[in-house]
């Protein structure tokens, strides 16, 4: 019963913060929508930063999973557009933390340090891929330029969210929203593909704007 309830509570935070916005959800809102005691939340939660900081040990987890490469040959485009596609799902799961990432990291270290080690992560099998590809020709790019276009990659990847948000998309980031920053970031790799590539690549990302 208590780890039900525990779920329960993660459940509903989640879907509250990412409706919301988490610094519009207090742990009073979190109780009221699951009908329980303030008392009865803290009994499993100490406080929201508590609750926030189990969500994202969960997003990290996903986000590691939709990092890996593939082992025993080299990445090709289809390695590149489900790295992206898995990624931005678990962007949208979590979409709280990215629409205020700034606002959460500032008031929590220990998530600033983790968020860091993401990036981290995220930097190097990005450019795992990028290298393998070039490896195997299917890309004409310098070191430089790889190191450029993985920085590129993070940042839209990162920020895309808060982006589409300034500029008058919806603030819920629905998956529309998510697909187009799919989408900007495969045109930002079609470039330094060979000709045949880059018409594959050209022809996945069109589904993203259907």
């Known amino acids: 019963m208590a780890r039900q309830t525990r779920e329960r509570i993660l459940g509903t935070s989640l879907a509250l913060f990412n409706a919301r916005g988490e610094p519009n959800v207090s742990t009073n809102h979190i109780a009221d929508e699951l ?41 090709d485009l289809e390695d590149i557009w489900l790295q992206l596609h898995l990624v931005f799902e678990s962007l949208r ?13 500032a008031r929590n270290r220990k998530l600033k340090l983790r968020f860091a080690r993401i990036m981290v992560r995220a930097d190097a099998s990005i450019t795992a891929l990028l290298r393998g590809l070039a490896g195997a020709g299917a890309i004409r790019a310098s070191a430089d ?18 982006f589409d948000a300034v500029r008058g998309g919806k603030t819920h980031a629905d998956e529309v929203d998510l697909n187009r920053g799919i989408h900007q970031v495969m045109m930002l790799v079609a470039p330094f593909l060979r000709d045949a590539e880059r018409h594959h690549l050209n022809a996945l990302a069109a589904t993203y704007l259907r």
Request: charge should be negative; hydrophobic fraction near 45%; proline fraction near 4%.
């Open 93 to 105: 799961e979590y979409r709280f933390l990215y629409r205020d990432l700034v606002d959460i990291l």
């Open 35 to 75: 009908g329980i005691s303030p008392g009865n939340l803290y009994y499993h939660f100490r406080s929201k930063d508590d609750i926030v900081e189990h969500l994202f040990a969960r997003y990290e987890t996903r986000l590691d999973e939709a990092l890996l490469l593939p082992e025993g040959r080299v990445p």
């Open 145 to 162: 330029e790889i190191r450029a276009l993985v920085e590129n990659i993070l940042l839209i990847a990162t920020f895309w969210m808060n």
